[in-house]
C-alpha cells in the first residue's frame, strides 16, 4: 500500500507578500513616462497637455524668477495661520462638549447645523463681513478646518474608555487634570485623523479664497495663467499644490508619530 | 482601617425600564488588616458591591462607612481592576506614578517611592517600557504598584487576576500574599475562583444571584501562608466543596441565562 505525504502550506501568505519601497515610485515614474511619450508623439497639443519636462523646465525657472516664492510665502501663511486657529479651536471646542454635558447640550446642535453648509458658499458672505483682505481668507481656511477637527474630537473624547476614566477618577485626580492627562491622550488618535481630514480642506478652501479674491497666492497664480491660456505655467502651480499636500501630510504623519508613541 | 457595609442595595433600570434588584440589604464589614474575598456566581453583584466601596457606584439604598482614619478626610482607597487600565500612552514608571503627581510629595520623593514599588512588585528594568510591551502578568504587577504607591487606608481588587492564564495566576497568587504581608492593607477581593478564594481569605462571604444577598460568610481557619501545602489540602477542599455547594444553583441559572 502507498503511502503520501504532504506538507502544510501556509495559506495566508498572500497577505504577508512583501512589496518593494520601489514599488509606489515605479507606479508613477511608468505614468510621467507615458504622459511624456504622449506629448512628444504629438497627438495632444502642448496647449491642452504640456509635457512633463516643459512643466519641469518652466517650474525651474519660475523658482528662479522667485514667482514660486512669493505665491508660496502667502499661501503659506494663510494655510499656515487658518489651520492653526481653526484646529486649535476644534480640539478646544471638541474637549470641551465632549466632556461636558452642558456644554455638549448646547454646542452640538449648532455644530451638526452649521456642518453641512459648504464653506465656500459663505465666502462672499464672510468678505462682506470682514473686507477682502486676509482676515477673510485665513477666517475660511479656519472654519473648514475647524469642523471636520471638532467633530472628530468630540468622537474621540466620547469614545475614551470608561475604565481608564475610573481610574483617574480612583486617584482622585481634577477634572482638569483628567482632561489633560486622561481624556487627551486618549482621543488623541481620532483627532489626528480629524486633522489629516482637516489639511485636505484646507487646501481646497485655500485655492478657492485666492482664486475669488487675491493678488498672490498659488491659487491666484494658477487661475491668472489659465486667464491667459499659459497651461504649462498653470500645470506649474498644480504641482506646487500637489507637492505642498504632500509636505503637509508628512508634517502631520511626523508630529503624529512624535506625540503617539504608544502606538 | 475598617469598612462597615450597611444595609446597601443597589437598583438598576432593566432593559423593559422595571427596576432589577443587584444587591439587597448587604451588611458587611471589613476589619483592620482583614482579607475579604467575595465570591459569588457572575452576576450576583459582586463588582457592584465593590464598585460603590470605591466609591465609583452610589448605593440606591444604606450606606458604606470607613471607620478609624487618624484625620478627618476622605479615606485614600486602592482599586485594582480586572483588566488593569493602564494608560496605554504612559510607561510603567509614569503609570505607576499617575497617582502620585497630584500629591504634596516632592519629585524626589515621588521617585524614590515608585522605585520603591517596582522593585517590590518585582519590575525593575521595564520602568520605561509602554503597557504593550508587557505580559499581562506584569501589566497587573504593575497595576498593583500604582496602587500600592498611593498607601491606601483601603485596598480593594476587582478580579485582578482573572485574565491571566492559570500557570501566571497561580503564582500571582502566590506574590500578592508576599506583598499584602509587607502592607497589611484591610482588602476586599472580588473573584468567581473559589480556590482562589480559599487561598487568599481571612474570611470568605459569599453572595447569591439576583438579587444578590449575603448567604454565608466562612472564617478560613488555615495559616495565612502555604495554604497550598499537603497538610493543609482535607481542610482546603473542605472549604471549596463547601462553597461550591453554596454557589452552584446560582451559578448553574447564571450558566442557561443568555
Same mark, same amino acid.
Given at each position: ?263 | ?80 481592576? /480586572? &483588566? ?5 500612552? +504612559?510607561? #510603567? ?5 499617575? @497617582?502620585?503627581?497630584? %500629591?504634596? =510629595? ?88 473559589? /480556590? &482562589? ?5 481571612? +474570611?470568605? #462571604? ?5 438579587? @444578590?444577598?449575603?448567604? %454565608?460568610? =466562612? ?40
Amino acid at each position: 500500500m502507498a503511502l503520501f505525504q504532504r506538507e502544510v502550506q501556509f495559506r495566508l501568505a498572500f497577505m504577508e507578500r512583501k512589496v518593494s519601497r520601489w514599488t509606489g515610485p515605479g507606479g508613477i515614474a511608468i505614468l510621467i513616462v507615458f504622459w511624456q511619450a504622449v506629448c512628444m508623439s504629438g497627438w495632444v497639443s502642448e496647449l491642452y497637455l504640456p509635457a512633463p519636462t516643459s512643466i519641469l523646465k518652466t517650474g525651474l525657472e519660475m523658482m528662479a524668477s522667485g514667482e514660486i516664492a512669493v505665491n508660496m510665502q502667502a499661501s503659506l501663511q494663510r494655510i499656515g495661520w487658518g489651520y492653526a486657529i481653526g484646529s486649535a479651536a476644534g480640539i478646544g471646542i471638541g474637549l470641551l462638549t465632549g466632556f461636558s454635558k452642558l456644554a455638549e447640550a448646547i454646542g452640538n446642535p449648532l455644530i451638526y447645523s452649521l456642518y453641512p453648509i459648504p464653506k465656500i458658499a459663505l465666502l462672499p458672505l464672510i468678505i462682506l463681513w470682514l473686507g477682502i483682505g486676509e482676515v477673510s481668507k485665513i477666517t475660511i481656511i479656519s472654519l473648514g478646518v475647524f469642523f471636520p477637527v471638532v467633530i472628530n474630537t468630540y468622537s474621540g473624547v466620547k469614545n475614551v474608555d470608561p475604565l481608564l476614566l475610573k481610574v483617574a477618577v480612583s486617584y482622585r485626580t481634577s477634572r482638569m487634570n483628567m482632561i489633560r492627562k486622561v481624556v487627551l491622550p486618549a482621543a488623541l488618535p481620532v483627532i489626528f485623523a480629524g486633522l489629516k481630514l482637516a489639511a485636505g480642506t484646507s487646501l481646497l478652501l485655500l485655492v478657492a479664497a485666492e482664486m475669488i479674491a487675491a493678488k498672490e497666492g498659488v491659487g491666484a497664480m494658477i487661475l491668472h495663467y489659465g486667464d491667459l491660456m499659459l497651461t504649462t505655467k498653470l500645470m506649474v502651480g498644480v504641482l506646487v499644490l500637489s507637492l505642498l499636500g504632500l509636505v503637509f501630510n508628512r508634517i502631520l504623519e511626523w508630529v503624529e508619530r512624535r506625540l503617539i508613541p504608544w502606538k | 482601617m475598617r469598612v462597615a457595609i450597611d444595609q446597601v442595595g443597589k437598583q438598576y433600570a432593566g432593559p423593559d425600564g422595571s427596576p432589577v434588584t443587584a444587591l439587597d440589604n448587604v451588611c458587611l464589614t471589613i476589619e483592620q488588616e482583614e482579607f475579604v474575598v467575595l465570591v459569588g456566581p457572575s452576576g450576583c453583584g459582586k463588582s457592584t458591591l465593590l464598585n460603590m466601596v470605591g466609591g465609583l457606584l452610589a448605593p440606591t439604598s444604606g450606606r458604606i462607612v470607613v471607620e478609624g482614619l487618624t484625620e478627618d478626610r476622605d479615606p485614600t482607597v486602592g482599586m485594582v481592576f /480586572q &483588566e488593569v487600565g493602564l494608560f496605554p500612552w +504612559r510607561t #510603567v514608571e509614569s503609570n505607576i506614578g499617575f @497617582g502620585l503627581e497630584e %500629591s504634596a =510629595l516632592s519629585t524626589e520623593e515621588q521617585r524614590e517611592r515608585i522605585r520603591r514599588h517596582i522593585e517590590l512588585v518585582g519590575l525593575s528594568g521595564f520602568e520605561k517600557s509602554y503597557p504593550h510591551q508587557l505580559s499581562g502578568g506584569m501589566r497587573q504587577r504593575a497595576g498593583i504598584a500604582r496602587t500600592l504607591v498611593i498607601q491606601p487606608d483601603l485596598l480593594l481588587m476587582d478580579e485582578p487576576f482573572s485574565a491571566l492564564d492559570a500557570q501566571t495566576r497561580t503564582l500571582m497568587q502566590e506574590e500578592l500574599l508576599r506583598i499584602w504581608e509587607a502592607h497589611r492593607l484591610s482588602t476586599l477581593y472580588v473573584t468567581h475562583n473559589i /480556590q &482562589e478564594a480559599v487561598y487568599l481569605a481571612d +474570611r470568605i #462571604v459569599v453572595l447569591s444571584r439576583r438579587p @444578590g444577598r449575603v448567604t %454565608s460568610i =466562612l472564617q478560613i481557619e488555615l495559616p495565612r501562608r502555604g495554604r497550598d501545602a499537603v497538610e493543609h489540602s482535607a481542610r482546603f477542599n473542605f472549604y471549596c466543596d463547601h462553597i461550591w455547594g453554596l454557589i452552584r444553583k446560582d451559578a448553574e441559572d447564571a450558566l442557561r441565562e443568555v
